[in-house]
């Protein structure tokens, strides 16, 4: 997988490195200006108004304004905790991973600064165990820190279970607790009562990396990458049918169309795009004839009807069966589900059984009326979490970005494309023609 933070064309580099490599030594670090003794002689107050001046929005899936965060953790009283939520659940995403591994030092002092400006003697570091290799990096990173004497909070690392809502914020917690790595209700949101029952700040990998950055260069060079809507750069997943699948760069709003050509490499030869998910499995399904007018940030695709998330962009091109793909994503939202309440359990199930159904030609015209219905009116909000209406949208967006090949699958069982595996983590191997 091609990782890329070189300054050419769309691409920039601020949080990734120029080069591939080992991950960076605190020596290298340092010498690049990282744990600056002028940053960390800042008073907290100072440098939590740097982050709300910077604008940085978080880059965990719901792009929170990162600095109203910090705040809400800094006004509660007594003891609290740091959660770096380094689970990346999400298939499609490599993103957290890529930073862990080549640059464990700069999300690190993100944390350990976050864990100053709100007054956090604790920090925890949530993570899966399937690899091993950002557990190992993070920790030889500690070490280092540890033998240059360098003063740190209690810190410890809790093991996420595999699973796509395991890295939830409110499953993190509940496994930091003790419990199952499942969401659970809100209230209390984690700055209220978190890990054990403390006011917890929970940021993601790439949210904490770019703070270093702004304390030690400011809240205006930030602002002086991305667009009034997303300052800053964003780390983006490219996967799917695109020649150059990877990690990259670019700067908030950058144009997806031109993310996915200069980057990506486009698509396959002769064919055209189909159908893009422009922020992993939960942001929805993005047609082909918008992507040129779709820009990545938030408020723009949410005015296209689609989200962010987690900058996971899939890439779906018109030589395979699209429907396919939404119907083996709609499988995962089932199977993923936490099984805490009943319109998740039996909600995910009943679409995900309409849309094999309408792949295989056989539903009937009241069940995709019915699916209508429960996407756009009795599923969404009903969850005991977000799960449910990841999935609700998730079907929504596909009925009508694949209208064209349900209807060509209800009259002749079919489209004649190809129905291969093409979403990550969600089978092997790659569709025949893709």
Not at 45 to 52: K, Y
Not at 81 to 87: D, E, I, P
Not at 340 to 348: A, E, N
Request: charged share 20%; net charge positive.
């Amino acid at each position: 997988m091609t990782l890329t933070g070189i300054e050419s064309g769309i691409g920039l580099a601020r949080l990734l490195p120029p080069d591939q490599g080992a991950p960076e030594s605190l020596a290298d670090y340092r010498a690049a200006g990282g744990y600056d003794a002028a940053v960390w002689e800042r008073a907290p107050a100072e440098l939590l108004a740097a982050i709300e001046a910077s604008g940085l929005r978080g880059r965990g899936g719901s792009a929170f304004p990162t600095g109203r965060k910090w705040r809400a953790v800094a006004a509660r009283s007594g003891r609290k905790v740091v959660l770096l939520n380094a689970a990346e659940s999400e298939p499609a995403s490599r993103k957290d991973r890529t930073l862990l591994l080549l640059r464990p030092h700069l999300v690190i002092e993100g944390a350990l600064l976050a864990a100053r400006a709100v007054g956090a003697r604790e920090l925890v570091v949530y993570l899966h165990d399937d690899d091993p290799a950002p557990r190992a990096a993070l920790e030889d990173a500690f070490a280092g820190l540890r033998r240059a004497r360098f003063a740190l909070p209690r810190w410890r690392i809790v093991s996420a279970p595999p699973g796509y809502v395991a890295g939830e914020e409110s499953a993190a917690i509940r496994r930091v607790n003790g419990g199952p790595a499942k969401p659970s209700a809100k209230p209390p949101l984690p700055f209220e009562r978190g890990v054990r029952g403390r006011a917890t700040l929970v940021n993601n990998v790439e949210t904490l990396a770019n703070v270093p950055l702004i304390a030690r260069h400011g809240p205006a060079w930030f602002r002086a990458a991305g667009s009034p809507g997303l300052p800053g750069t964003l780390l983006v997943t490219l996967a799917g049918a695109v020649r150059c699948p990877g990690v990259y760069e670019v700067a908030g709003g950058a144009p997806l169309g031109a993310v996915i050509g200069e980057l990506g490499g486009e698509v396959s030869a002769g064919a055209g795009i189909q159908a893009v998910l422009p922020g992993g499995y939960f942001s929805g399904w993005l047609p082909g004839a918008a992507v040129a007018a779709a820009a990545l940030e938030p408020d723009a695709l949410a005015g296209l009807g689609v989200a962010l998330g987690s900058g996971a962009i899939v890439v779906v091109p018109d030589t395979v069966c699209g429907l396919a793909q939404a119907a083996r994503l709609l499988r995962f939202f089932a199977d993923e589900s936490a099984r805490q309440c009943g319109p998740c359990t039996h909600g995910t199930q009943a679409m995900a059984g309409v849309f094999t159904r309408l792949l295989a030609g056989t539903a009937r015209p009241e069940e995709l009326e019915r699916l209508r219905l429960w996407s756009e009116r009795m599923l969404p909000g009903r969850g005991a979490c977000g799960h449910l209406d990841g999935a609700a949208w998730a079907a929504r967006s596909a009925l009508a970005v694949f209208a064209e090949e349900i209807a060509a699958h209800s009259r002749h069982g079919g489209c004649g494309r190809p129905q291969g595996v093409l979403l990550p983590g969600l089978g092997e191997g790659a569709p025949d023609g893709a």
